[in-house]
T-cell receptor, first 113, second 112 residues
């Protein structure tokens, strides 16, 4: 198994641009999580899906952030418009059952200039 | 909601010594407690976990203990090696939810 796959691995963009981050969970896992990691705020859960349905999006910072999971093998996190304070590493993780072990992808390092 | 506190924020030990990292949680309904290791520039990786029906779990040089009454759990690493140097995160999860609340991390440095 390839594990959780994320793309791109690095993204540099200018303020105001739209950014789309992509994630493919481990095959057979039915829960998917988006996290953001910064030095100041640590590891924060942004949103998670169970069986492709958003369950808790209370961590999404503001309306500029949106996430979708159109099918069991793909999810996107979109930021529009991006701002310098969105610079962070964004991790996707997946798990196979409620309250189970979460496995993280390699992350996307986003820099907004 | 759940809140997880982690101490210390940094820990330096000599190779071969033991290291202990402690976490406390606020919600008595939490029942799953994983520990993750994150090396510089890498993803968090699960190293050990414990559920609330167990008091202690061991895996080679790593052990985790849980005190439900006091609402705290600890990670113990024995015979530390330089490759144990990383940031360690504890987390807590409520029963029947997928949500993990992470501690702020402990940067462990093992000097040869």
């Amino acid at each position: 198994d390839a594990g959780v796959i994320q793309s791109p691995r690095h993204e540099v963009t200018e303020m105001g641009q739209e950014v789309t981050l992509r994630c493919k969970p481990i095959s057979g896992h039915n829960s998917l999580f988006w996290y953001r990691q910064t030095m100041m705020r640590g590891l924060e859960l942004l949103i998670y899906f169970n069986n492709n349905v958003p369950i808790d999006d209370s961590g999404m910072p503001e309306d500029r952030f949106s996430a979708k999971m159109p099918n069991a093998s793909f999810s996107t996190l979109k930021i529009q418009p991006s701002e310098p304070r969105d610079s962070a590493v964004y991790f996707c993780a997946s798990s196979s059952r409620t309250g189970g072990m979460q496995f993280f992808g390699p992350g996307t390092r986003l820099t907004v200039l | 909601g759940e809140n997880v506190e982690q101490h210390p924020s940094t820990l330096s030990v000599q190779e071969g010594d033991s290291a202990v990292i402690k976490c406390t949680y606020s919600d008595s309904a939490s029942n799953y407690f994983p520990w993750y290791k994150q090396e510089l520039g890498k993803r968090p990786q699960l190293i050990i976990d414990i559920r609330s029906n167990v008091g202690e779990k061991k895996d080679q040089r790593i052990a985790v203990t849980l005190n439900k009454t006091a609402k705290h759990f600890s990670l113990h690493i024995t015979e530390t090696q330089p490759e144990d140097s990383a940031v360690y995160f504890c987390a807590a999860s409520l029963s029947n939810t997928d949500k993990l609340i992470f501690g702020t991390g402990t940067r462990l440095q093992v000097f040869p």
